[in-house]
């Protein structure tokens, strides 16, 4: 049978913030250890006559965090094999006390008995002397665990251990993403009696000309929405349920998904027109138009009880999860070719189609012409339905068009009709076999006929319907020069 670590809270320093609890089980310990002796209990300690020693020393000769703690971990268990033992860190054990969170992961399965003794926290110290009650929910983070997706400015947050100046200069870059930076704040630290000094300041003032150590915190009020500087995706669906609401926009609340199929299509295309321009900010505009079409069409469904933005992100998630079996799965892949076979037959399993022509017809009729073959030879390829070379798909387009020819010197109108869209989809497979979208392709061929005939009526010097093709062909070939 192993030992037992029994790790206590020691509080903030003042010795009325330790717990009867916490006193007594150091007072009766025989091993008793502390994280750091430069903590503010320590003196009542001694006064106590209680015997410690300190892993202080391990700070000294650690270059990492992670080198830290892994040296504190095996000094505690070093100490441990030879019996019952205390550890007392700062605060509560459990918040934003790191030691605790790697004995508890080094030591799971393991024969050591764990016991946690609770203690004031740096954060409940702090809302209590400013007077901040947390009943609409409150977020306590670390200084030097903080990332930005931890931020939610629609909660007040204490965050706690700003260590030192570098830290907290680095926090702020973190925190002026989301918060606005004249922003009032409250900053604390305790003096050397124990009492806490409190500050309100503005946010991007926070590190200037201020020291900070351990007993160094902040607090971050709870912000409304038009008080945000930087928004998360939860806003946005927040804002699309106000919009939504009975007392919401008209507009908004008349839409249905069949009314604004019209506007996804339009924004679809204005990210492709923001892709070929390369304008990042006209990208970052126009994806969040989509964005909100999404946000439009799964508010419609919640409300309506079919299924809510929820069920998207899960749906989609699972899907990425159980379609990429080589990231989160067993399988293994050596190319990309691979993985888009695995890919197709996880979807033909999800999907319950049982054969080709069903993988085939699964395609949406509605796509544009040109994608939907494009994505129907794709699939008719991956069964070995194709030709071997660019020049065999090329040769079949040349048949096709012979083809054409022969149906117009017939006069027959269904004869021309089928033979078109014949030579049509042999186009789109010499594309396919080139590596390049067809969609794309006749899109900047229509943008550089534009930009040609703008040349001609540009530099025409009489009115375009004045003027003979022959006039007009010779303006055109300028204009090739030129694009």
Partial sequence: MKSRIAIVGLGTGRKEELTLGALQAMEQAERVVLRTGKHGITSFLREKG??????????????????????????????????????????????????????????????????ILPGISQADSFISSIHRCGVEGLKILTAAELSRSQLDPGLPAVIIQLDNELLVSDMKVRLLDVYPPELMILA??????????????????????????????????????????????????????????????????EQSHETLKQFFIEETYEVLEAIN????????????????????????????????????????????????????????????????????AIKKKEKGLKSHTQVLKDIPAILPALMRSYKIQQKA??????????????????????????????????????????????????????KQQPELALTAATEKF???????????????????LEEMEMLWNQAKCTF
Avoid at 83 to 110: C, F, Q, W
């Fill in 50 to 115: 209680i015997l410690f020693t300190t892993l202080d020393d391990i700070y000294q000769t650690s270059e990492t965090f992670d080198e830290l703690y892994s040296e504190m971990v095996k000094r505690i268990k070093s100490i441990a094999e030879e019996g019952d033992m205390i550890l007392g860190v700062p605060g509560h054990p459990l918040i934003g006390e790191r030691l605790t969170y790697e004995l508890l992961k080094e030591l799971a399965n393991t024969d050591y008995e764990i016991e």
């Fill in 381 to 434: 390829a991956l069964v070995g339905f194709d030709w071997d070379k660019p020049e065999d798909a090329m040769a079949k387009a040349e048949e096709e068009f012979r083809e054409l020819r022969e149906a117009y010197q017939s006069g027959r109108e269904d004869a021309i009709c089928e033979e078109l869209g014949d030579l049509l989809f042999a186009i789109v497979n010499v594309s396919r076999f080139l």
């Fill in 188 to 253: 604390s630290h305790q003096r050397e009696d124990g009492s806490s000094y409190i500050e309100e300041i503005p946010l991007h003032t926070l590190d200037h000309s201020r020291k900070f150590d351990h007993t160094s915190c902040i607090y971050l009020p709870k912000l409304g929405l038009r008080e945000l500087t930087g928004y998360r995706f939860y806003h946005l669906v927040e804002v699309m349920e106000m919009l939504r609401a009975p007392e919401g926009c008209p507009w908004d609340r």
């Fill in 277 to 344: 321009l390369k304008d990042m900010d006209k990208l970052a505009e126009e994806l969040g138009d989509v964005l909100l079409q999404v946000v439009f069409h799964a508010q419609i469904a919640k409300e309506h009880g079919e299924f809510s933005i929820s069920d998207v992100i899960t749906g989609i998630c699972r899907k990425m999860i159980d379609r990429h079996t080589h990231i989160f799965g067993d399988v293994k892949v050596n190319s990309a070719e691979q993985v888009i076979n695995n890919w197709e």
């Fill in 450 to 468: 534009i930009r040609r005939f703008a040349y001609i009526e540009e530099y025409a010097d009489k009115p375009l319907e004045e003027m003979t």
